[in-house]
């Protein structure tokens, strides 16, 4: 099924970190986003999501009702990867926490995310990052995002890296905590 994506916005906002950024590898593509481990957020993040760039999907797809805010009612119906229907009944905003290649961190809320409680993982669509936020998904031996609606002072776009695992790109960030909201 066709479906044209809900048309909204990214709102970022942006935190100096404590820690440095991950380096960019040899080949000059950025590693994958900053792990738990290496990562002091600046705010409450509530665990980790690994969520998966996909160019095949019309909507923003998740698995865990109660992560999203603003919940509404939604009727649509999404077909995966292997033909089975799903009809999603609910729809919300999902607000992570990422952090640039130069070491900003960025909090931004993804909107319209459907609820698939059946979907093993949470799907970005890359066209709805695109349509609603003007974000660039560049894959090839670059895997960054580039946020061409936000620029750094020196009027490059902000990016912010991902890294391909298991056949599939995954960009690696916090979900913030009910509570993380006017932080």
Same mark, same amino acid.
Do not use: R
């Given at each position: 099924r066709a479906h044209i994506p809900q048309r909204g916005h990214v709102r970022i906002s942006k935190r100096k970190p404590a820690p440095t950024p991950a380096p960019a590898t040899a080949s000059g593509s950025a590693k994958a986003s900053s792990t738990p481990a290496?990562?002091?957020s600046a705010h409450r993040i509530a665990r980790w999501l690994s969520l @998966? &760039? $996909?160019s095949g999907c019309t909507w923003h797809m998740h698995n865990n009702l109660d992560d999203l805010t603003n919940v509404r009612p939604c009727? $649509?119906?999404? %077909? $995966?990867a292997n033909g089975n229907e +799903? +009809?999603?009944t609910h729809m919300g905003d999902l607000r992570v926490a990422m952090r640039s290649t130069r070491g900003t %961190? &960025? @909090?931004i809320t993804l909107r319209g995310v459907r609820d698939a409680p059946n979907f093993p993982d949470t799907l970005i669509s890359v066209d709805q990052l695109w349509e609603a936020g003007r974000v660039d998904c560049v894959f090839r031996d670059v895997r960054? &995002?580039?946020f061409t609606k936000n620029t750094q002072a020196d009027g490059e776009p902000l990016t912010v890296p991902f890294a391909r695992s298991g056949g599939l790109y995954r960009w690696t960030v916090g979900l913030l905590a009910p509570d993380s909201e006017g932080k």
């Open positions: 290496s990562w002091k @998966v &760039l $996909d009727g $649509d119906i999404v %077909e $995966d +799903t +009809t999603c %961190e &960025l @909090v960054a &995002l580039f």
